[in-house]
């Protein structure tokens, strides 16, 4: 994944696309690692929580400073490296804190479908076909085509699965 991810960043420079591309994918991965080794990353942070949270947030915070001071270093890696901070951080911070109705778990069962259809929504739909000048208006849109196109994409592909051979997931949930 790793590799890809390398890739994909370097496609993206060497193409000439601006760094909102790629700069945040790192987040991504962060978060799905953190799905994957979740029980061995909360034991960790279980033992001096509020010390180890707060290196963390510091962290975090001087890397977006260096970031608004335009450090050279913060072009690539430490945008990257304020990404994972950004996902730690609220990760360890929801370890203690529960947030749930069924609106939230709704949108939770369809976030990988959220994010893959982000960037053709944000950057075809709303920029070239529907431009909406009011940044409420243009971000309530996006947020409410977004939904609807993952719900239709979540749906349609729950009643053709049924057609497709089973396979073995790769990994378990373990936190769930």
Request: proline residues 1%.
């Amino acid at each position: 994944m790793i590799i890809f991810l390398c890739t994909y960043v370097a496609l993206a420079i060497f193409m000439g696309y601006g760094d909102w591309w790629y700069k945040a994918s790192f987040a991504f991965v962060a978060g799905i690692f953190w799905s994957y080794k979740y029980n061995e990353i909360n034991e960790y942070f279980k033992d001096k929580y509020f010390m180890k949270i707060a290196i963390v947030f510091s962290l975090l915070i001087v890397t977006y400073f260096a970031y608004l001071t335009n450090i050279k270093f913060m072009t690539y890696a430490g945008n990257m490296l304020a990404a994972v901070l950004f996902v730690t951080f609220s990760a360890t911070i929801l370890m203690k804190i529960k947030i749930g109705n069924r609106f939230i778990n709704k949108i939770g069962n369809i976030s990988y479908e959220m994010y893959l259809f982000r960037g053709l929504i944000i950057n075809t739909l709303l920029k070239e076909m529907i431009p909406v000048e009011n940044s409420v208006l243009n971000i309530s849109l996006t947020l409410v085509i977004l939904i609807i196109m993952s719900l239709i994409f979540r749906n349609t592909y729950n009643k053709l699965s049924f057609f497709l051979p089973k396979r073995k997931k790769a990994f378990s949930s373990q936190h769930k």
